[in-house]
């Protein structure tokens, strides 16, 4: 136990990658295996696991290719700052203007892949005008981790400059966003999963943290397609079923997830409304959350399950309740 307790300790007090593994590489590789022994999640019970993701980011930051550059069959990437951290994996900025986007554990790689299969297909399978309405992969590869021999699934991402998610929205806005400027929001969303939905994928996970909008242009990305239901591909399950939850929005999903049954568009439908009734709070006039409730029925065969339809419907509603459609100016506070 003293030893765990002190690669605890030490874990906590390092504040750079530098602290915990110093300078010499060889050196730096002992430490992390012994430290990744210490504290992996199997070895404690999984009380560690927070420790062990903690590890991996401060490793992945200390172990980069080439003094920072992490070179492909294709492109060269120079990795610049810290990584942010994602629901399974880290995203590393790099040149030229993209994402590496790398989970914390090699076991995720199939999600990874999962996503770079959802954006493949969406290109070539649908309309290319609503490309703009999710990220560009620019490659995916494996990658090699030099202390450990793990392999890694990475994705390479088109930067997004400008958008920020529906979570910063709520949080800048905790009383509520006006209805009118949400409107804007779900309307773009709709387009987004109508899009993805006739190019026969499901994202699976249309949760604040996954929806990027662009307040000054009106913008809308949805991000994070490593949940999503891709069709019949030989390399990925094809159950039909969303293949994991992120367990701090365990409550945002219908009963079809948790569930572990097929999702439909009905699925996705269900999330993106409540992140809009989510987004408004208690501001929502009473049409607009009966127009809701439609949305999130328990039972998936009586959800609307045609994004393009139920983006006909809003706008008809729309209409009623503020008039004919005009552009409304969104202002959020800078992040800190």
Same mark, same amino acid.
């Given at each position: 136990?003293? +030893?765990?307790?002190?690669?605890?300790?030490?874990?906590?007090?390092?504040?750079?990658?530098?602290?915990?593994?110093?300078?010499?590489?060889?050196?730096?590789?002992?430490?992390? #295996?012994?430290?990744?022994?210490? *504290?992996?999640?199997?070895?404690?019970?999984?009380?560690? #696991?927070? +420790?062990?993701?903690?590890?991996?980011?401060?490793?992945?930051? @200390?172990?980069?290719?080439?003094?920072?550059?992490?070179?492909?069959?294709?492109?060269? @990437?120079?990795?610049?700052?810290?990584?942010?951290?994602?629901?399974?994996?880290?995203?590393?900025?790099?040149?030229?203007?993209?994402?590496?986007?790398?989970?914390?554990?090699? %076991?995720?790689?199939?999600?990874?892949?999962?996503?770079?299969?959802?954006?493949?297909?969406?290109?070539?399978?649908?309309?290319?005008?609503?490309?703009?309405?999710?990220?560009?992969?620019?490659?995916?590869?494996?990658?090699?981790?030099?202390?450990?021999?793990?392999?890694?699934? *990475?994705?390479?991402?088109?930067?997004?400059?400008?958008?920020?998610?529906?979570?910063?929205?709520?949080?800048?806005?905790?009383?509520?966003?006006?209805?009118?400027?949400? +409107?804007?929001?779900?309307?773009?969303?709709?387009?987004?999963?109508?899009?993805?939905? #006739?190019?026969? *994928?499901?994202?699976?996970?249309?949760?604040?943290?996954?929806?990027?909008?662009?307040?000054?242009?009106?913008?809308? *990305?949805?991000?994070?397609?490593?949940?999503?239901?891709?069709?019949?591909?030989?390399?990925?399950?094809?159950?039909?079923?969303?293949? +994991?939850?992120?367990?701090?929005?365990?409550?945002?999903?219908?009963?079809?997830?948790?569930?572990?049954?097929?999702?439909?568009?009905?699925?996705?439908?269900?999330?993106?409304? #409540?992140?809009?009734?989510?987004?408004?709070?208690?501001?929502?006039?009473?049409?607009?959350?009966?127009?809701?409730?439609?949305?999130?029925?328990?039972?998936?065969?009586?959800?609307?399950?045609?994004?393009?339809?139920?983006?006909?419907?809003?706008?008809?509603?729309?209409? %009623?309740?503020?008039?004919?459609?005009?552009?409304?100016?969104?202002?959020?506070?800078?992040?800190?």
């Amino acid at each position: 136990m003293k +030893a765990l307790d002190d690669a605890l300790a030490r874990l906590d007090r390092a504040r750079v990658p530098a602290d915990l593994f110093g300078a010499d590489e060889a050196e730096a590789a002992r430490r992390y #295996r012994r430290l990744a022994r210490l *504290v992996h999640p199997d070895a404690t019970g999984g009380r560690t #696991r927070d +420790a062990f993701i903690r590890l991996n980011a401060l490793w992945h930051t @200390y172990n980069r290719d080439d003094h920072g550059v992490i070179t492909t069959r294709r492109h060269a @990437y120079r990795l610049s700052g810290d990584p942010i951290g994602g629901d399974l994996a880290e995203l590393y900025a790099a040149e030229p203007g993209v994402l590496l986007k790398m989970p914390r554990d090699p %076991r995720d790689s199939d999600l990874v892949e999962r996503e770079a299969v959802a954006l493949r297909r969406l290109p070539e399978d649908g309309d290319g005008k609503f490309l703009p309405y999710v990220p560009r992969l620019v490659e995916s590869f494996r990658h090699r981790d030099a202390a450990t021999g793990a392999q890694r699934q *990475v994705n390479v991402i088109a930067a997004l400059d400008g958008f920020r998610s529906l979570t910063e929205v709520g949080t800048a806005y905790p009383d509520g966003v006006d209805p009118r400027d949400a +409107a804007w929001m779900w309307r773009r969303l709709l387009v987004g999963l109508g899009f993805a939905h #006739r190019a026969g *994928v499901l994202h699976g996970a249309v949760l604040p943290d996954h929806v990027l909008i662009h307040p000054e242009k009106h913008g809308l *990305v949805l991000v994070d397609w490593c949940y999503s239901v891709p069709g019949c591909y030989a390399h990925v399950d094809s159950s039909g079923r969303v293949p +994991a939850m992120v367990d701090r929005y365990a409550g945002w999903y219908p009963p079809e997830v948790p569930g572990r049954r097929p999702a439909s568009p009905a699925t996705d439908i269900f999330m993106a409304t #409540r992140c809009m009734t989510g987004l408004m709070g208690g501001k929502a006039p009473p049409a607009m959350r009966s127009f809701a409730r439609g949305c999130t029925l328990p039972a998936q065969n009586r959800r609307p399950s045609d994004a393009w339809r139920l983006l006909a419907e809003l706008d008809e509603l729309l209409e %009623r309740l503020y008039g004919r459609r005009r552009f409304r100016p969104f202002h959020l506070p800078a992040p800190n």
